[in-house]
């Protein structure tokens, strides 16, 4: 079993973190699969309202990709019916009002075409009578005109639609959709996840065509989508990962994810009191009805900023996150990942600042907490796509080029030794630029080396003190 850092809730608003520890009190659910859900559930319905802008003009939605495995019997559908309860009702109330909606068209379509059955006929009978027939053609002008307009049915949650049928419904009037889903396998074995170049887009809120042989073209604009996502690992990782996992990862789908695997909570989840509050939970919920409501009623989006104080805070994590993708830093490996953390903390930090009914730009505080979301799920990816085999080995052999490098150092009499001297003198089984960048990599993630570049020469610190 995986068992990582404790997520930290710790950061949320008060608002979402009362709410996260009332689930918790409630279904006794791991605090990291509650949290991810949280973010799902603030996600969709804060994706159509706000935008967040970084770097003054670099505009980007706010939606997230969540990616949560979690066995079975750890309460994912407790946890998804117990967050997401507000609006799974006014899924059912749309619905319903489409449904009356519909019944109501359906008779009005029913007398438009009676009517426009017999003008029609009326227009020919003119015509081939020779009589002035046009009045009687403006009249038909004048009804189709007038044809009543099929309903629209509004809604946010989609579970197992086709790839086509989010299309269709993302270049109508409505853009804002969540993927959503508890038991996910459904998903990543069916048709929603088959076309991952236009799921990509959609993290992106970019422009996609819609091309139909029988029908005009469409085109999706400004669209958001949120993915929410539970399954079971052994279905993700030998239903999925095994059939589609190199192309997920290559065409960058991974990389846009939050993805974890929260310890379980299964044998640890004794009941010490019967009494729970439940006094949280409904604030949670007020404030995502208002904010969907809010999203439909003025139909545009707001775009909010960093303060100057919380963009500084947002340049120094891009900066350290770069310097982290070098040759030997502790992200050179998972440089696709790494590429997008700095906008899903952009995102995070705006949803934080929105959803807690913040004013102004975007607070240092909502950077900071978002900065700590991201480095957990960071260290989560990480050690759910590395593979311990192999990890195990080069650690061991790490210590080993740790131990020459501190040797030649001590013998040289100096603080450095050069990335080339290695290659050429180092181990006869380390002089390979790949294996050494590996081991490399590795002692710096450990804080055992410092890396330095100078022009084109790299330059290695041995470290005394650190594990």
């Known amino acids: 079993m995986l068992c990582g850092h404790p997520f930290p ?14 689930v918790e009190q409630h279904t006794k659910a791991p605090q990291a699969l509650i949290s991810a859900s949280v973010l799902g559930v603030i996600s969709l319905a804060c994706q159509n309202r706000i935008d967040v802008c970084r770097m003054k003009n670099l505009c980007s939605p706010v939606s997230l990709f969540l990616l949560t495995l979690a066995e079975s019997g750890e309460r994912k559908s407790t946890v998804d019916k117990l967050l997401m309860k507000p609006l799974y009702q006014l899924e059912e109330e749309w619905f319903e009002e489409y449904t009356q909606d519909l019944i109501i068209w359906r008779n009005e379509e029913m007398a438009f075409n009676v009517e426009k059955k017999a003008l029609i006929s009326k227009l020919k009978s003119d015509i081939h009578r020779n009589k002035d027939h046009i009045t009687t053609n403006e009249r038909l002008k004048a009804l189709l005109a007038a044809s009543p307009k099929a309903p629209v049915r509004l809604r946010q949650i989609f579970n197992d639609a086709t790839p086509a049928a989010i299309k269709d419904y993302l270049s109508g009037r409505c853009r804002s959709i969540g993927l959503m889903s508890d038991e996910a396998g459904t998903i990543f074995n069916g048709y929603a996840l088959n ?31 949120t993915l929410g996502l539970m399954i079971q690992p052994d279905v993700f990782r030998k239903g999925y990962l095994e059939r589609k996992g190199d192309a997920a990862k290559g065409i960058g789908f991974f990389a846009r994810c939050l993805i974890c695997q929260p310890g379980s909570t299964q ?37 909010l900023r960093f303060s100057p104080e919380a963009e500084k805070r947002w340049l120094e994590f891009y900066n350290k996150v770069e310097s982290e993708m070098g040759l030997v830093g502790f992200l050179s490996d998972f440089k696709d990942y790494a590429s997008k953390m700095a906008e899903n903390v952009a995102r995070i930090a705006a949803l934080l600042h929105y959803f807690n009914g913040d004013e102004g730009d975007i607070s240092l505080t909502a950077v900071e907490a978002a900065v700590d979301i991201i480095v957990w799920y960071v260290d989560e990816y990480i050690r759910i796509f590395s593979k ?27 603080p450095y030794i050069r990335k080339t001297t290695i290659l050429q003198y180092g181990p006869n089984r380390f002089r390979n630029r790949s294996k050494v960048n590996e081991l490399l990599s590795t002692l710096y993630s450990k804080n055992k080396i410092r890396a330095e570049k100078r022009g084109k020469t790299i330059f290695i610190h041995p470290v005394e003190g650190f594990i």
């Open 9 to 22: 809730v710790h950061v949320f608003p008060q608002i979402i973190r009362n709410a996260v520890y009332e």
């Open 195 to 225: 076309e991952l170049p236009f799921i990509n887009k959609m993290w992106d809120g970019a422009t996609f065509p819609v091309e139909r042989k029988s029908e005009p073209d469409k085109l999706i604009k400004d669209a958001r989508m």
């Open 267 to 303: 044998g640890y989840r004794q009941i010490t009191s019967p009494v729970v509050s439940t006094e949280h939970l409904p604030v949670f919920h007020q404030r995502l009805i208002d904010i969907v409501n809010e999203s439909i009623a003025r139909n545009e989006r707001q775009c």
């Open 388 to 414: 311990p085999q192999t990890l195990l080995l080069v650690s061991s052999e790490a210590d080993e080029l740790y131990s020459w490098i501190k040797d030649y150092c001590y013998k040289c009499v100096v």
